[in-house]
């Protein structure tokens, strides 16, 4: 039998890993830009979906409105500040598939602040993926799916972006490889750190993920998804937060 931290790196590396497909997809195939907004909008609708149902839900359930609300604000808040001061920096438009990124002698150490805002954005839920295995149970297999599903469109449409801001193979395969290995750690972490926190200290960090989350997809992924609007780009979002919340249903 697999020990349990053993299990969360696993699980989280393997939701990582959809990183690297999806950026493998979008550095070497053309996509059309409106088969991206519609993934994108499908990647936003099943994490949209997990963060109600899965995260918020769940931390309420835990610790009550107090930590929970907190907690989410405070994950909002931490990634809003870092979001902002990696922008400002060349990482605001990471996960856009046109030419809105900027190459690296437009603006240097862009191609550093894009490493750290693919990492700021993964971090959150890989830690989720490992605190789900505490108490002995089985890692969230909707948590597991939404971030795996969630990943693909993210790595494509960076990826394409970045194949168009002209940096290279080795950067782009580097850095989504690296993220993905460090989701398998970011998981191991969550189930070994937090093993003995209380529930209402459990409620806030998952509640934390959820605000950090949330604020990710209305950040990067919403605009990637809207910016080559077609009029089944919102039926497509509410067919992925369907697809979650239906799946969360059938868990025990």
């Known amino acids: 039998m697999m020990p349990m931290w053993l299990q969360a790196g696993f699980w989280g590396l393997f939701a990582g890993s959809a990183l690297l497909l999806g950026a493998a997809i979008g550095y070497l195939v053309k996509v059309p830009r409106r088969l991206l907004a519609s993934v994108m909008a499908f990647g936003a609708g099943v994490l949209l979906s997990t963060v109600a149902f ?4 769940e931390a309420y359930d ?26 400002r920096r060349g990482a605001r438009h990471r996960k856009r598939s046109g030419d809105q990124q900027p190459s690296e002698q437009e603006q240097d150490g862009s191609g550093t602040a894009i490493a750290l805002g693919a990492l700021l954005d993964g971090v959150p839920e890989s830690i989720v993926i490992g605190t789900s295995l505490l108490g002995g149970g089985t890692v969230g297999a ?17 990826a394409a972006g970045m194949r168009a801001a002209g940096r290279s193979r080795r950067y782009v395969f580097g850095l989504w ?3 993905a290995v460090v989701s398998g750690l970011a ?20 509640a934390l993920a959820g605000g950090a989350i949330l604020s990710m997809v209305a950040d990067t992924m919403i605009p990637e998804a809207f910016e080559n609007a077609h009029l089944l780009v919102g039926l497509i979002t509410v067919a992925g937060f369907l697809l979650a919340y239906g799946v969360s249903q059938l868990e025990p």
């Open 187 to 206: 998981a191991i972490a969550g189930y070994t750190v937090l093993g003995d926190a209380s529930g209402t200290l459990m409620a806030a960090i998952t």
């Open 177 to 179: 490889t690296g993220i």
């Open 62 to 87: 835990q610790g009550g409105m107090r930590p929970t609300a907190f907690g989410a604000a405070a994950g909002a808040l931490i990634y809003t500040g870092c979001n902002i001061l990696l922008a």
């Open 142 to 158: 909707v948590t597991v799916a939404a971030v795996f599903i969630s990943n693909v469109p993210e790595g494509l449409s960076s």
């Open 54 to 57: 899965e995260l918020i839900d």
